[in-house]
């Protein structure tokens, strides 16, 4: 069986591919466009140029510083040259003479107080190649130090002076620090004075170049060990000769350093941070670093030599920071030297560096995000197809459920759906439910009406049993109530208790509650989903069918067994001692036809009654006595002793009848006459049929020969006689089957030698009958001898009617029983049917029975009156009175063949002929020759002047009107020329 | 099924509703995202940089892991950084963005709250926290009752800074005692000997007497000294100003009289500028600034070493040895509840004891957390201290008198009001104002020859006096704040 799935599933399903494959599809689509990739490289893109950007911006702000610086410094050089000019002495020498040094002092101060204003520096300083307050010490430099907590206010209050001449605090009420020296003390350590030396070195290699070729940015370093970092950026101060004897710089901390140029503002992904250091092939060199924050701070160590690697952008590398992971480096030179700058080799690096999945976060995010919402949004879809769905399929859903629970006795209502075609689908269903609910009705009301005792019930495999209500009424239930399986199981079980042997599905009940007994006839047969019965209320049929058989065993009106129980009887009895002797007795009452006539029926019965009383006498031998039909009765003895005695016991029921008289309303008391035949078994017959009928036999001889007698089985006598009973019934069959045909034998006129006509003979067409004489042998035994002459006359007609045109003027002659004709009704219409062809019917009849001369005359006379013909048949044949007959003056007279056959020797034959021609010519009426088997036999009828023939020399009987032989026809005509010559010649 | 789906959702509900409430577990930081606080502070020099380094470990260590970034930024002077907060909290066109803390002083907390632009610190503070704290110095930030709108940072009191050395020297000539500078009438009359003695040493050049003494800040002379005297200058109690002018003519006729007659002086900076310079032999000043007190001195060109001698604050006589407590909290910005908790944990931080001495002991401040003042690290420093280099036991003999001030004696600070610190400015300026146009005069009079006696007789103290106090009533009227004269 095809699966089949529920509508709801097959719309979800349906829905839910949909909603995948959009889903996938527009995954599919993102996928391939790389749309997320794009971010990717827009995330590097703006890194990139936000890098470039803070490049420019810091190129810029500390360009402009160097310039300022480079500028005062050269103004400072020129003040010094010209103060050491006044003070004479040379510039290199300034600090040794205190009040030279004061003015050095204070010019220097006014080049640091400008520059700090003018400059985003946290301090500024001056240095010069000796101490004034400690002259003998070379370690020690004279210097002016002031530092500007705020360089972003341009407020001078803020100035602190770490190195210099109280002079100078007090010139620009300046406070001093916690460490406030004279002094800056170089350090031993290699480099540590680089700011003061290598701007020196620089100005003596460069001799009179521009100041800005001899700027030397240090390194990050404590400078005033004071825990603050500062970088440093130094010009040397020359003198007039370009010989350098100290130095002017700015100093940057930390702090501000990444306040200002490397600001946290500027970065756009979190955990990514600014550092400058040098770059040295793809390296960058971490012995010393600017950070931007803390991260650069934490993540970044002293020392360390941080390999890049080469990303897909100029400027962009990867490289790993400990727990950063991967790190996205935006890589950009800072142009802190001239490009003829002998430190230009430092290679200041601005390098912005971020987590690689921090830069990627957006385009992850927007990934995650989008993929998400396509779930989201096919989750949604999901649940909103179910949800639509469900309420889309919720009406079928329920339509389907209401059939499914619809009892049959309910009636139908779709609830509407507001779907069209499922509306008009319940709708016709409910239609068609409202007819068969109709039919339904009709039905029942029909099999109410018929009043037939008939139910039904259906067991469903659901457990539920539907009963109607005949059923019910059975059952003595409430109509409609509800019955379980169990109770059905139960309620069947008492219902077919009793099965009725030999009878299929007849199942005796006794209804305990009416107390009555019923039968029931239970049919059932297997439906799709249970099985469904009919019970019918079978207690009349069975009750009629009980009386039935009764009747059908007993006669009503003596009481006797019928003639079917004493076949079934006596068949059982055979059976059951078939080596015993037994004898079946058939009696025949003698004159109840008389009675019956006379007295009327009501008699008749009373004879029929008395009689049966007698045969009662049988009765005490344990005969079986029955009646067998109107005033026939059977007896059959079994196991009676030999046959002697039972011979003897038969014998004195004459006797014992004697006793038995009726009274007829005449008031004679008329003894009971019966005549007896006796068929033995195993003697006669060995089974009740041929008993019945060898009894039966017995009993007719005895009718015939002897009657009032009993006559036992004569065997020989019933071989000869036996076609006439045997016969009995086929006489009746051919009667009302018509079952015979006509044979046409010509008769020959022996003048013209032409075929004058045909004699029409019946011909039987069944094998019970040999000839039609012992048709009408058998008919007149059964006194059917009146039917027999109706057929015979109205199928002659018939065959005349419907061979009229070939007949054409012949006549035809029909053989008559003389002593039946038929009734007026018969007549009529044979006079209304065939009228035109009675001129051409001859009637043949014979003259059998003197004693009917009188019946045939008035017969002969209402034939004439027809105008039809009349011929006496077999004329010759030995009856006494046929001159009598003649009288009755026939138109034809045909001589029997007894005295034609070999009348051309025979004188006698030749002298009775001529005398009955003679005589018949005198009359008028014609003769016929019968038997015409001779030539010469002709010959001799011929020359007797007689003048039709007939025979088989003429022509056989056929079943077709046959032509005469044309020598045969010469020879008449020779043979008449002969005669008529030979009569002329007498 | 309805009932159940009831109890849920109530179970539920309660459940977020106690996670709310539970303290301490919602945070608003992210580590992996962490938040920026910028702080305005007012501390140079060594401050500074004891501060930026406090801010770097802070941020490489609680702040990593908590997602606070600070940037400390330096403002220079108070008076700069509270002129920057007030534009910033007023939205002055080109004023920088408000900070998210900010050293902060009472008066202008109030003021700043004013314009609703404080945050209540009791949001982050637990009462376990707030306990931790000296109270006294807990209450100076406390507003209305309970508003907690500054949290202490460190403290200070004023004391008297001795050039010992050179005091010394006077002190053999003149047989003065130190002790004489436990009043102002003694300082007074110690620095017209000192001026004297001075001027006697080149007798070829009259009036180049030099100047014994003075004052770092005149707001607070003002304020103590009418303290010592019995009277609130500023009433917060009242919001009002007190002119008591017996009270105020002592205080105007020692600060007016001292300047006039170079029995004072203030040259540089700050007055440890002056004593660097040797224009000064004593100030007083806060006991922050004991760093600041040299070792040495310039002296034609050279370095000519000192010993210092510490003080307590001078009282005048008859009061009450009532010296200033002072010092700026932190207050924290209304801003986003992320920014908010930054600075709280910031703010905690600093000021836990480990982090609060390292702090205060770089110059001479006072720890604020009472604890801090049992630890043993505190007490282990300031051995070290008064063993270490001579500027360490410069700072050790501060803490000495400082904590003296605090522990011992009592330390005033007034409660503000809404105007108060102009109050301070008000009576700073103006008596400043008087000073050195009393300066500038009795130099004119003394080219004139006249006695010191003639000098003040010339200057009228008392119209001086009135004069004075005219300027204070005009500047209070302009300001709108509330006086009374007694």
Request: aromatic residues 10%; glycine residues 6%.
């Amino acid at each position: 069986m095809k699966k089949t799935w529920t509508l709801r599933r097959q719309l979800n399903i349906l829905l839910a591919l949909i909603v995948t494959f959009q889903s996938v599809a527009l995954l599919s689509a993102l996928w391939v466009s790389q749309v997320f990739f794009m971010l990717d490289a827009e995330a590097v893109r703006l890194l990139n140029n936000t890098t470039e950007t803070r490049k420019k911006t810091f190129d810029a702000s500390v360009g402009q510083t160097i310039a300022n610086v480079a500028d005062e410094t050269e103004q400072l050089n020129a003040a010094l040259i010209l103060l050491a000019q006044q003070q004479g002495s040379a510039p290199n020498a300034l600090y040794l003479n205190d009040s030279a040094y004061n003015e050095t002092a204070l010019r220097a101060s006014q080049s640091l107080v400008t520059i700090l204003k003018e400059n985003q520096v946290t301090g500024a300083f001056f240095v010069l190649n000796g101490s004034n307050s400690n002259k003998g010490d070379p370690a020690a430099h004279s210097a002016v130090y002031i530092r500007n907590s705020t360089p972003d206010s341009g407020v001078t209050s803020n100035y602190l002076m770490e190195i210099g001449p109280i002079a100078v605090s007090k010139q620009y009420t300046m406070a001093t620090s916690i460490r406030w020296d004279l002094d800056l003390r170089r350090e031993n350590s290699a480099g540590a004075f680089d700011f003061y030396e290598k701007p020196i070195w620089a100005s003596s290699q460069f001799k009179n170049a521009e100041m800005e070729r001899y700027g030397y940015w240090s390194p990050p370093r404590d400078l005033l060990q004071d825990n603050q970092q500062v970088v440093t950026y130094t010009l040397p101060i020359l003198d007039e000769n370009g010989n350098g004897y100290g130095v002017m710089g700015i100093e940057i901390d930390m702090p501000y350093f990444s306040q200002q140029y490397l600001p946290d503002s500027d970065l756009l992904y979190h955990n990514s941070f600014y550092v400058i250091t040098q770059m040295i092939d793809q390296t960058l060199n971490l012995d010393w670093f600017i950070p931007s924050g803390v991260l650069a701070e934490t993540y970044l160590k002293s020392g360390e030599q941080l390999t890049l690697t080469k990303g897909q952008d100029k400027g962009i590398f990867e490289t790993r920071l400990g727990a950063l992971g991967t790190m996205v480096a935006s890589v950009q030179k800072l142009k802190v030297y001239s490009d003829n700058s002998p430190f230009a080799d430092q290679n200041w690096t601005l390098a912005c560096l971020v987590p690689k999945d921090v830069l990627r976060e957006n385009s992850v995010s927007v990934r995650e995000k989008l993929i998400y919402s396509i779930l989201m949004t096919t989750v949604l879809a999901f649940g909103a197809v179910f949800v639509l769905v469900y309420f889309f399929t919720r009406k079928i859903s329920r339509l389907s459920k209401y059939v499914r629970e619809l009892s049959p006795y309910d009636e139908i209502y779709f609830k509407p759906t507001g779907m069209r075609e499922v509306d008009d689908l319940t709708a016709a269903v409910q239609l068609l439910n409202q007819r068969l609910m109709n039919v339904s009705k009709t039905t029942s009301k029909i099999l109410e009406l018929s009043l037939l005792p008939i139910g039904g019930y259906e067991v469903l495999e659901n457990s539920q049993v539907i009963l109607t209500d005949f059923v019910y009424w059975l059952l003595h239930l409430e109509p409609g109530s509800v019955i379980t399986l169990d109770d059905w199981s139960r309620y069947y079980l008492q219902l077919t208790k009793k099965p009725v042997a030999g009878q299929e599905n007849i199942y005796e009940y006794y209804d305990a509650y009416t107390e009555k007994q019923m039968w029931l006839r239970i049919l059932e047969a297997k439906s799709p989903n249970g099985l469904v019965g009919v019970i019918q209320d079978v207690t009349d049929d069975i009750e009629e069918k009980r009386r039935l058989t009764n009747e059908l065993d007993y006669d009503a009106l003596t009481g006797l067994f019928s003639n079917t129980a004493l076949k079934r009887e006596t068949t059982r009895r055979i059976a059951e001692k078939p080596n015993e002797i037994g004898a079946m007795i058939f009696i025949d009452l003698d004159n109840l036809k008389y009675i019956n006539d006379t007295f009327g029926h009501d008699v008749g019965d009373r004879l029929i009654i008395r009689a049966s009383e007698i045969f009662r006498y049988f009765e005490q031998f344990g005969g079986i006595v029955s009646r067998i039909s109107g005033d026939e009765f059977a007896i059959y003895l079994h196991d009676c002793g030999n046959q002697e005695e039972l011979r003897q016991k038969i014998k004195n029921l004459y006797p014992y009848g004697k006793s038995f008289l009726l009274t007829t309303p005449d008031g004679n008391e008329n003894q009971i006459c019966f005549s007896a035949g006796v068929a033995w078994y195993p003697q006669d017959a060995s089974n009740v049929l041929e008993l019945l009928k060898r009894s039966d036999f017995a009993m007719y001889e005895a009718k015939h020969k002897e009657k009032g007698c009993l006559f036992e089985f004569n065997r020989e006598y019933y071989q000869q006689m036996s076609y006439l009973l045997e016969n009995r019934e086929a006489i009746n069959r051919l009667l009302d089957e018509q079952l015979i045909r006509f044979a046409f034998q010509p008769i020959v006129d022996l003048k013209s030698g032409e075929i004058m006509g045909y004699e029409a003979l019946m011909r039987p067409l069944l094998e019970n009958f040999k000839n039609p004489r012992e048709i009408l042998a058998v008919a007149a035994a059964q006194s059917k001898l009146a039917q027999l002459e109706r057929m015979i006359i109205l199928m002659a007609f018939q065959t005349l009617d419907k061979h009229a045109e070939e007949l054409g003027e012949r006549k035809i002659f029909i053989n008559s029983i003389p002593s039946q004709r038929l009734n007026d009704e018969d007549h009529l219409f044979v006079e209304m049917q065939y009228r035109q062809y009675f001129k051409q019917v001859i009637i043949e009849v014979t003259e059998e029975d003197s004693r009917n001369i009188e019946l045939l005359s008035e017969k002969i006379r209402f034939i004439k009156n027809n105008g039809m013909a009349i011929a006496l048949d077999d004329f010759g044949s030995g009856y006494s009175n046929e001159i009598r007959i003649l009288s009755l003056l026939p138109d034809i007279i045909k001589i029997d063949m007894e005295m034609i056959q070999g009348i051309n020797n025979n004188v006698d034959k030749q002298n009775l002929v001529a005398n009955l021609v003679n005589f018949c010519h005198n009359k008028g009426v014609k003769v016929v020759a019968e038997g015409i088997e001779a030539s010469n036999d002709l010959a001799t009828v011929i020359a007797m002047g007689i003048d039709y023939a007939q025979g088989f020399y003429l022509g056989q009987p056929m079943f077709e009107f046959a032509a005469i032989d044309p020598e045969l026809q010469n020879e008449i005509r020779e043979l008449q020329k002969k005669a008529i010559q030979n009569s002329l010649e007498e | 099924m309805k009932r159940r789906m009831k109890l849920v959702c109530l179970f539920l509900s309660m459940l977020i509703t106690l996670t709310a409430c539970s303290p301490g577990e919602k945070t608003a930081l992210d580590p992996k995202n962490p938040v920026s606080i910028t702080l305005w502070h007012y501390y140079v020099g060594d401050n500074k940089i004891a501060l930026e380094k406090a801010v770097d470990a802070f941020n490489t260590s609680v702040g990593s892991e908590k997602g606070v970034v600070v940037n400390a930024v330096a403002k220079g002077s108070v008076a700069e950084l509270e002129k920057a907060v007030t534009d910033a909290a007023n939205g002055v066109i080109n004023a920088e963005s408000m900070p998210d803390v900010f050293s902060c002083y009472p008066d202008k907390a109030l003021e700043i709250d004013g314009l609703g632009k404080l945050c209540d610190l009791n949001d982050y503070f637990t009462k376990a926290e707030k306990v931790q704290y000296v109270e006294e110095f807990l209450n100076s930030g406390q507003f209305d009752g309970e508003r907690l709108l500054i949290l202490p940072i460190v403290k200070s009191t004023e004391l008297l800074y001795v050039n010992e050395t050179a005091w010394n020297e006077f002190a053999a000539e003149s047989g003065l005692d130190a002790s004489k500078l436990g009043t102002w009438e003694g300082v007074y009359a110690a620095a017209q000997a000192y001026y004297k003695w001075t001027d006697a040493q080149t007798p070829t050049i009259v009036g180049d007497g030099k100047s014994l003494m003075g004052v770092d800040s005149v707001a607070n002379y003002v304020i103590i000294g009418n303290k010592q005297l019995g009277v609130e200058v500023i009433d917060g109690e009242n919001q009002q100003v007190v002119l008591n002018k017996d009270v105020m003519k002592k205080i105007f006729d020692t600060y007016y009289g001292g300047m006039s007659l170079g029995y004072f002086n203030a040259v540089g900076k700050f007055r440890s500028d002056d004593i660097k310079a040797g224009d000064l032999v004593a100030y007083v000043g806060s006991s922050s600034g004991a760093a600041y007190f040299p070792t040495w001195i310039e002296k034609d060109n050279t370095q000519q070493p000192i010993n210092f001698l510490a003080l307590s604050y001078p009282v005048f006589s008859g009061g009450s040895p009532d010296a200033i407590q002072q010092g700026a909290g932190m207050s924290v910005t209304n801003s986003t509840p992320d920014k908010q908790e930054g600075a709280a944990v910031f703010l905690k931080w600093f000021t836990a004891e480990a982090q609060n001495i390292d702090f205060a002991m770089t110059t001479g401040y006072l720890p604020v957390q009472a604890g801090a003042y049992e630890n043993e690290a505190f007490k282990t420093s300031l051995e070290t201290l008064s063993t270490g280099t001579d500027t360490d036991q410069n700072i050790a003999k501060v803490y000495e008198i400082a904590l003296d001030q605090i522990m011992e004696r009592e330390t005033y600070a007034s409660l503000p009001f809404k105007g108060s610190y102009e109050v301070r400015t008000t009576l700073e300026k103006s008596l400043m104002a008087m000073g050195e146009a009393g300066r500038q005069n009795a130099v004119v009079l003394k080219e004139q020859g006249l006695s010191e006696e003639e000098i003040l007789a010339a200057l009228d103290l008392n119209a001086r006096f009135e004069e004075w106090l005219t300027v204070i009533r005009s500047q209070l009227d302009e300001s709108g704040i509330a006086y009374v004269e007694k």
